[in-house]
T-cell receptor, first 112, second 113 residues
Framework: GENVEQHPSTLSVQEGDSAVIKCTYS??????FPWYKQELGKRPQLIID?????GEKKDQRIAVTLNKTAKHFSLHITETQPEDSAVYFC???????????FGTGTRLQVFP | NAGVTQTPKFRILKIGQSMTLQCTQD?????MYWYRQDPGMGLKLIYY???????DKGEVPNGYNVSRSTTEDFPLRLELAAPSQTSVYFC????????????FGQGTRLTVV
């Protein structure tokens, strides 16, 4: 069945360092890959997304890369700041079913 | 600019009771989703809908039912509450094969005792 695996489950970095979160999806029909940030007690909110016809997308300090052959996609955060501390979720939309399936989440802690 | 609105925000149910979690959106989205988020865990898809009158099961549908009589509303029904249904429930709209952002409601924290 459809599945999205996400690693690591927790990630601690020093302020200013980079953080990388990786996801793998199972269904080759997946064609849209959003990333959501969820602060404590809040709702998930979209931070960046990538479509299957693109290999990389960047928005200021965050970037996402997609390897369709390997069914991998990754979130890269550079120059991390304490306000980047949150849980990050990757997700994949499966084209022919319209399902939006989420990974298990990564808790990122940025220490000053 | 309401977006996606869920009610109630908090609820305590006794085992065996029933309730409906309400979700309404004002963005005219066809796609709507219900997720549950257990403590420290990810978002699991319960049910979803691609338009009025059309619903389908997600990853964890057992113990739940949904309906979609209008574009705006997508209520989630728990018929016989069990402790395993203690969770935070999120409704979302948007996304789907249009590959656009899915917007989340503020969540409903449900405890079954």
């Amino acid at each position: 069945g459809e599945n999205v695996e996400q690693h690591p489950s927790t990630l601690s970095v020093q302020e200013g360092d980079s953080a990388v979160i990786k996801c793998t999806y199972s269904d080759s029909a997946s064609n849209y890959f959003p990333w959501y940030k969820q602060e404590l007690g809040k709702r998930p909110q979209l931070i960046i997304d990538i479509r299957s016809n693109v290999g990389e997308k960047k928005d200021q300090r965050i970037a996402v890369t997609l390897n369709k052959t390997a069914k991998h996609f990754s979130l890269h955060i550079t120059e991390t700041q304490p306000e980047d501390s949150a849980v990050y979720f990757c997700a994949a939309t499966i084209y022919n079913t319209d399902k939006l399936i989420f990974g298990t989440g990564t808790r990122l802690q940025v220490f000053p | 600019n309401a977006g996606v609105t869920q009610t109630p925000k908090f609820r305590i149910l006794k085992i065996g009771q029933s309730m409906t979690l309400q979700c309404t959106q004002d963005m005219n989205h066809n796609y709507m989703y219900w997720y549950r988020q257990d403590p420290g865990m990810g978002l699991k898809l319960i049910y979803y809908s691609v338009g009025a009158g059309i619903t389908d099961k997600g990853e964890v549908p057992n113990g739940y039912n949904v309906s979609r009589s209008t574009t705006e509303d997508f209520p989630l029904r728990l018929e016989l509450a069990a402790p395993s249904q203690t969770s935070v429930y999120f409704c979302a709209s948007g996304g789907g094969r249009l590959n656009t952002e899915a917007f989340f409601g503020q969540g409903t924290r449900l405890t079954v005792v």
